[in-house]
């Protein structure tokens, strides 16, 4: 059994051993540290970081005994059917905690939202994300029920080693979801003011088909090249 006797990495206690294992385990990953010299230098914190972003929002840099880092490094096999920094993001996106939900959003949407979800509860609602990301085969299945028009949406956008990177956010006030009472309590109105203080764009405002709980970063146009990135 491997271990480590204290922390790696920035402002860890880097004791020679102990690097030594994290470089190895790294290696073996295909996350090169640099030379396995027992110094924690930047070679070796940048490997770290990009480890960790496969399954961190805000990778730290920081390899310690018994936490996630160190969990999933000295964790054995590397040729899973599902790679680990997958594994978290399985499963209904919908009944994720709101945390989660959130981590899922782009880095320059996450701000807007949480200040969107701010400003509707100083207003007097109980606003919550019903969806941040989702996956493909979620999208899929919500087009062959009908509830939306695109094989593709901004709720699918991903990093290109398919981690979330949700570019839109479907926000709805927990009492009343999608029933007469979003409207009538003046929700939905409330939604679309507070997302365009914010610069979002929101679906109640699209002609034929208004998603009145949608808000997005980007014009529609922009999907096109977002699918690209995302490797889809
Ligand atoms: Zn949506």
């Known amino acids: 059994m491997i271990g480590i006797i204290a922390s790696v990495g920035v402002n860890g206690k880097n004791h020679r051993n102990d690097v030594l294992v ?11 540290p640099g030379p396995i010299d027992g110094v924690c230098g930047d070679a070796t914190i ?12 805000y ?26 920094r997958l594994l978290e993001w399985q499963g209904d ?7 989660k939900k959130l981590r899922s959003l782009h880095p320059r949407l996450r701000p807007k939202i949480v200040a969107v979800l701010a400003a509707l509860k100083k207003r007097g609602f109980q606003p919550k994300i019903f969806y941040g990301w989702r996956s493909v085969a979620v999208q899929l299945q919500l087009f062959q029920r009908g ?4 094989k593709f949406s901004f709720h699918n956008a991903q990093k290109p080693d398919g981690t979330p990177l949700s570019y839109a956010a479907d926000i709805v006030d927990s009492r ?15 939604l679309g003011e507070e997302a365009k203080k914010e610069r979002l764009y929101w679906g109640g405002d699209w002609a034929g088909f208004r998603d009145w709980a949608h808000v997005q970063l980007v014009e529609n146009s922009e999907l096109g090249r977002i699918k690209k990135e995302s490797g889809l």
């Open 147 to 150: 509830n939306t028009k695109v």
């Open 176 to 190: 009343f979801g999608w029933d007469a009472m979003a409207q009538s309590s003046g929700f939905w109105k409330a």
């Open 93 to 99: 996106s919908a009944l994720w905690p709101a945390e």
């Open 59 to 84: 990778p730290d840099g920081l390899v310690e005994p018994g936490r996630p880092t160190w969990m999933r490094l000295c964790a054995v096999g590397g040729h899973a059917p599902v790679p680990a």
């Open 46 to 57: 940048g490997a770290i970081c990009k480890f960790q972003a496969g399954f961190m929002p």
């Open 22 to 32: 994290v470089q190895t385990l790294l290696k073996a990953k295909a996350y090169p």
